[in-house]
């Protein structure tokens, strides 16, 4: 869940760039439970993974941006993956200030569906091309099959 939508608050008007946060964390999720991840593991990685598990997901998301600073110590699949983690962070972070300054901050007093539909639409959509953009921007290094190819 997004941040926003974890803090619990009943007027909060769930976005389409909360369901983008969500799918980062999923992804923060399947790196740090990747089942070739537990080895070289740090302390932090492994408080973060049982916060996960007790779901106390604040704690964990919290943590999860220590672990992903440049200089952190964590596994080799963690460091691997933590460039395309911070890039498609800020990316979500952007959408979400525009949406509120936007969106939000531009909305009419009796705002509808009408108002909020091509809203909906727009960042759901810009969601996803930034998504595409940070792994095509990474394939051939990071994440495409010959990066994880034995070497001869």
């Known amino acids: ?3 926003a939508l974890l803090d619990g608050d009943s007027d909060y008007l769930h976005s389409p760039v909360d369901d983008l946060e969500s799918f980062f964390w999923v992804a923060v999720w399947s790196v ?3 089942e070739d991840n537990a080895k070289g593991q740090s302390d932090k990685e492994k408080r973060i993974k049982d916060d996960f598990i007790r779901h106390h997901e604040a704690d964990a998301i919290d943590s999860c ?3 992903l600073a440049p200089d952190a ?3 080799d699949i963690t460091r691997c993956f933590r460039t395309i983690l911070l890039k498609w962070w800020k990316k979500v972070r952007d959408q979400n200030e525009m949406w ?3 969106v939000l901050g531009g909305r009419p007093k009796d705002a509808g569906g009408e108002y909020y539909l091509p809203h909906f639409h727009r960042y759901a959509l810009q969601g996803v091309v930034d ?3 940070v792994l095509v921007d990474h394939w051939d290094k990071e994440i495409g ?3 994880w190819a034995p070497s001869a």
């Open 145 to 147: 099959w010959e990066s």
């Open 1 to 3: 869940m997004s941040w």
């Open 32 to 34: 740090l439970f990747n």
């Open 65 to 67: 941006y220590s672990v």
């Open 131 to 133: 998504v595409l953009e």
């Open 100 to 102: 509120v300054e936007k």
């Open 73 to 75: 110590k964590a596994s």
